[in-house]
């Protein structure tokens, strides 16, 4: 059987995982800063600009499920260190095709550079897993906190290290390297017990059949959908705010603002579940992200940026923590390795299809288009979440 985890090593868990994902996003705030525009300057058709973009989701997307699977045999803290190491060996790549002016070099890169993401998401899972049930979704909640240093961080580190070296970017790109080797030494706190060997060899129900819950689609649409509607529009960010002539640095405040609210509402979220609802603080981040979209087709000053992608962040981030707290109710502990693989695989391949139609967009029928086109999607999370509303088969969240 599995022992009960207590309080004190969930907590202790948590703040590790928490220091884990604050280097994790340190480091996306600054690929995400400048991998469109490093994509840009190296690339020959400019509507490729964000395929790097692209290709970091891709390559979280081809890790996700075997990281998952991986992880049910080493454990943990065996799996985020593969993956740390991975994310090294990304960043050694890009560096190198930044240095040698190569676009597809660096799409290599950030494929390799994306793996990494494809291991640490299971961040949250990892936190959840190893606590209490009365302690789950603020366990998600805080470690998803961790966040809110990369996005402080992250930008201000790209601004410093952009234009460091005499060959643009490579100094961001060599940056990473740096919070890599912070992680590794950081994992290796973590102490997690071991998967069990029922866990191991027990094969729990068919995929197909968890995925056949209500709440598991409701789950997995929310998380997947919210994720890639924030991807859609953060992604093209950067580059719209270029072409309306904002600086560089003015992007780079607005990306750092658009993280604070990603991961700065994780400390009341799982409070805000507790006391309103899992459902109901779901439908108020697709509500959120809504209004994302009417202040982005409000105007294109910096001030228009800003707020509306602050408000991609908060509605991202009740929209993702809900959707992981909903899942982790749909699946047993033998089963939970398929049950994640599966959610974040979806959630990386919605990302890459919305990073690869960002920029395409963007550069054929511009900002304005961009936005319309969220639309139906933050509808179909509303008519998910009100389905399972009216179904009145709510997960049993403490």
């Known amino acids: 059987m599995t022992a009960v985890p207590t309080m004190k090593s969930a907590k202790r868990n948590v703040a590790v995982l928490a220091t884990a994902q604050a280097l994790l996003f340190t480091n996306n705030a600054t690929a995400i800063a400048i991998n469109g525009l490093a994509g840009y300057a190296l690339a020959g058709n400019k509507s490729l600009a964000t395929l790097p973009v692209t290709f970091w989701v891709i390559g979280a997307a081809i890790a996700t499920f075997p990281a998952s699977m991986l992880m049910k045999h080493v454990g943990r803290r065996g799996g985020f260190i593969i993956g740390i190491l991975v994310g ?180 009341v979220t799982g409070s805000l579940i507790k006391r309103f609802g899992l459902l109901q603080t779901m439908l108020a981040g697709a509500v959120l992200l809504l209004a994302c979209v009417g202040i982005a087709l409000g105007g294109v000053t910096v001030a228009h940026f800003w707020f509306a992608l602050a408000l991609l962040g908060i509605g991202w981030n009740f929209l993702y923590i809900g959707g992981t707290t909903l899942l982790t109710e749909t699946y047993r ?55 399972l509303m009216v179904r009145g088969k709510r997960p049993a969240v403490a």
């Open 88 to 267: 090294m060996l990304g960043a050694i790549i890009c560096s190198a095709a930044v240095a040698t002016d190569r676009f597809w070099l660096l799409c290599l890169g950030t494929l390799v550079f994306g793996a990494y993401n494809g291991f640490a998401q299971y961040y949250r899972f990892a936190a959840a897993d190893a606590s209490p049930l009365d302690f789950k979704s603020k366990a998600i909640s805080l470690v998803l906190a961790g966040g809110l240093v990369g996005g402080i961080v992250g930008p201000e580190v790209s601004k410093l290290t952009v234009d460091a070296m005499a060959t643009k970017y490579l100094g961001a790109y060599l940056s990473l390297m740096v919070f890599l080797v912070i992680a590794f030494a950081v994992v290796l706190l973590l102490k997690i017990p071991p998967p069990t060997q029922a866990e191991q060899r027990e094969p729990g129900r068919p995929l197909a059949r968890i995925a056949a819950q209500p709440a598991f689609i409701v789950a997995v649409v929310s998380a997947a959908f919210g994720y890639g509607i924030m991807n859609l529009l953060m992604t093209a960010t950067p580059l719209a705010m270029g072409i309306f002539g904002h600086p560089y640095a003015s992007a780079a405040f607005v990306i750092q603002w658009h993280i604070i609210g990603m991961f700065a509402p994780s400390f």
């Open 333 to 387: 502990p033998s089963e939970k390795a398929k049950a994640q693989g599966f959610n974040d695989t979806v959630i990386f391949l919605v990302m890459a299809s919305s990073a690869t139609a960002s920029g395409m967009l963007l550069d054929r029928n511009g900002w304005e288009m961009l936005n319309y086109l969220a639309i139906p999607f933050i509808a179909a999370v509303v008519m998910g979440l009100a389905w």
